[in-house]
T-cell receptor
Framework: EPEVTQTPSHQVTQMGQEVILRCVPI?????FYWYRQILGQKVEFLVS????????KSEIFDDQFSVERPDGSNFTLKIRSTKLEDSAMYFC?????????????FGPGTRLTVL | AQTVTQSQPEMSVQEAETVTLSCTYD???????LFWYKQPPSRQMILVIR????KQQNATENRFSVNFQKAAKSFSLKISDSQLGDAAMYFC?????WGGGSQGNLIFGKGTKLSVKP
């Protein structure tokens, strides 16, 4: 069964450094999402992406964040200058088509630790 | 704005018994989708079950079923014949039916931690 994959599984970085989190959505999916889960808290929406552009973003997704789909398979989340409060689990998700009821399939997540 | 509330931070069930996890939501929309996701210690988010709001029939997936009460805005998850592998964090989530983009993102509750006793 196709899966969403994410790399790395764990990323440790120093405050102020740039990080890139990578996701490979399921191949025939068209809509992509990033979510964040700070330890012990609920999962929060960051951004959605369709047709090579951002569809919607939350207030969390400020100028420090960016997303792109560089090569038709990868979907990346970049944090330009990490802060301590960016430490969280980051989940990528994808869904097949334009129906909003399409199930979102999640990757295993990347645990980001900012020191 | 829509909100999802899970009022039970933790629940416990004996192996082979049945447990029900509660979820309520607030929305002014008439058409939407509801989901239960399971998050084991590995922290991967795994879809358990989904429900379309326009369907009156409650969704069922093997040992998992929901009690969807649209008027009450309630969406509880029942796990029958609980197994040790069911121990996890369970998240209830809402998604608007208005299409992609912001309407397409999931809104999660805070989760319920389920323990299964052998």
């Amino acid at each position: 069964e196709p899966e969403v994959t994410q790399t790395p599984s764990h990323q440790v970085t120093q405050m102020g450094q740039e990080v890139i989190l990578r996701c490979v959505p399921i191949s025939n999916h068209l809509y992509f999402y990033w979510y964040r889960q700070i330890l012990g808290q609920k999962v929060e929406f960051l951004v959605s992406f369709y047709n090579n552009e951002i569809s919607e973003k939350s207030e969390i997704f400020d100028d420090q964040f960016s997303v792109e789909r560089p090569d038709g398979s990868n979907f990346t989340l970049k944090i330009r200058s990490t802060k301590l409060e960016d430490s969280a689990m980051y989940f990528c998700a994808s869904t097949p088509g334009s129906l909003s009821g399409d199930t979102q399939y999640f990757g295993p997540g990347t645990r980001l630790t900012v020191l | 704005a829509q909100t999802v509330t899970q009022s039970q931070p933790e629940m416990s069930v004996q192996e082979a018994e049945t447990v029900t996890l509660s979820c309520t939501y607030d929305t002014s929309e008439s058409d939407y989708y509801l989901f239960w996701y399971k998050q084991p210690p590995s922290r991967q988010m795994i879809l358990v079950i989904r429900q379309e709001a326009y369907k009156q029939q409650n969704a069922t997936e093997n040992r998992f079923s929901v009690n969807f009460q649209k008027a009450a805005k309630s969406f509880s998850l029942k796990i029958s014949d609980s197994q040790l592998g069911d121990a996890a964090m369970y998240f209830c989530a809402y998604r608007s039916a208005w299409g992609g983009g912001s309407q397409g993102n999931l809104i999660f509750g805070k989760g319920t931690k389920l323990s299964v006793k052998p």
